[in-house]
């Protein structure tokens, strides 16, 4: 009998999935740094880009390593077709381009990474696509958005950096019914823990910036579904536009594929025992952690997602209180990234979330006394020392 990667374990997807050896049977993925490929006769040339004969043209269109990566990464996701691109962004940027035209409507979840905002609020009403924000929690919120011309949805569940969740299959029908394909931008779930796709999505983007990479090296993104739309939508996008990830970056995201699950249960081990120190702390006067049962959507969480993730957010009431626990961290880092082996924590009001007017952070709960903190893999016990000490100065 033999082996159908379709049936394997997501551990083995991991290390094995997509694996295309040279003759030389190297057992690290080979890295193809060239940009172009020789063919070996005029004939050979014109059936490569007739499509005719398989094989790579140039780098932009594909490359042999990060055929690896997309395989990989399909194979872990349940999708037909992965698309790898450069960075995050591209892979959002694109996934909307693809979907949307002049004169068509998306509705997008409110609570949106700033960049995908950027793109939403500034970049498509220049190619007159207009878009409604709604509450994602509130599913007749989406219902009452829909207009004639609506093509596309964008979510992200959860969310960033309130930890929001939608619940996808939900949104998913009333996308449907509205003629509308729905994209849902997974980075906080990971593909580990929540599959979009098996849900009831379309399309499904990542930065692979964020836990698949995980050791702060490369930036990368990925697209994500069916192959009909993944050609219909984005082939032509992305070979003519050229958001292409680097062979070198590919390589480097395949070996974090390699460790992916195991980086991610234990991140998400060490998030559970903070955010509940987190938690109990006497300054803190909120904690929201997907693992815990306070979540605000616990009952969406326990249907559609198989672990907590890596990302905690918490209120300490003021800037000035949340600007003295992070100045207090000995350990854990004062970043903006996430999904990293090293913790890191930040203040989203005068970081990531500040290009966002004051009214629109109102909206979606985020005032001065938030804290963003992303779970590493330390030693859980210097951890939660690290924590509490920066907890008892705030
Ligand atoms: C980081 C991030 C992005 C953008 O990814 P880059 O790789 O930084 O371009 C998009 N969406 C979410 C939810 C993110 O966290």
Redesign the pocket.
């Known amino acids: 009998m033999t082996e159908n990667p379709q049936d394997w374990e997501v551990e083995t997807r991991l290390v094995r999935g997509g694996m295309a050896r040279t003759p030389y049977g190297e057992i690290s993925e080979a890295l193809f740094l060239t940009q172009s490929f020789a063919y070996d006769s005029a004939g050979a040339a014109d059936r490569r880009f007739s499509g005719e004969d398989p094989g790579f043209i140039y780098q932009r269109f594909g490359n042999p390593t990060t055929q690896i990566f997309e395989d990989r990464l399909a194979l872990l996701e349940g999708a037909e077709v992965c698309r790898a691109t450069a960075?995050?962004?591209?892979a959002?940027q694109a996934a909307l381009m693809g979907l949307l035209r002049a004169g068509d409507h998306l509705v997008a979840g409110r609570a949106l990474?700033g960049?995908?905002r950027w793109i939403v609020s500034e970049l498509l009403p220049r190619f007159g696509v207009e878009t409604t924000y709604v509450d994602a929690t509130d599913l007749d919120a989406w219902k009452a958005a829909v207009r004639p011309n609506t093509k596309a949805f964008l979510v992200?569940s959860p969310a960033?950096p309130l930890l929001e969740v939608t619940a996808i299959g939900a949104v998913a029908e009333i996308a449907h019914a509205a003629g509308a394909k729905l994209v849902v931008?997974n980075?906080?779930a990971t593909p580990i823990f929540q599959k979009p796709l098996a849900l009831g999505a379309d399309v499904v983007v990542y930065?692979?910036?964020?836990h698949i990479d995980g050791q702060g090296r490369v930036?990368?993104?990925a697209i994500l579904g069916g192959a009909e739309l993944m050609t219909e939508a984005y082939k032509d996008l992305l070979r003519h536009t050229g958001p292409a990830m680097s062979p070198f970056n590919s390589w480097v995201l395949l070996k974090g594929l390699e460790t992916l699950e195991l980086r991610v249960r234990r991140q998400t081990e060490n998030a559970g025992r903070i955010a509940d120190l987190i938690a109990a702390h006497s300054k803190v006067n909120r904690t929201i952690y997907c693992g815990r049962p306070d979540h605000p959507q616990a009952a969406i969480i326990a249907n559609q997602m198989t672990g907590g993730g890596n990302v905690i957010a918490f209120d300490l009431g003021s800037r000035e209180a949340a600007w003295r626990f992070l100045d207090a961290l000995q350990i854990v880092d004062i970043s903006n990234n996430?999904g990293d082996a090293k913790s890191m924590a930040t203040h989203p009001s005068t970081t990531t979330h500040r290009s966002m007017p004051e009214e629109q952070r109102q909206e979606i709960g985020l005032t001065q006394g938030w804290v963003r903190m992303s779970v590493g893999l330390e030693g859980p016990g210097d951890l939660g020392r690290d924590v509490n000490r920066a907890l008892d100065a705030a």
């Open positions: 960075s995050g962004m591209a959002v990474f960049s995908c992200e960033n931008d980075v906080f930065s692979a910036t964020k930036l990368g993104g996430l």
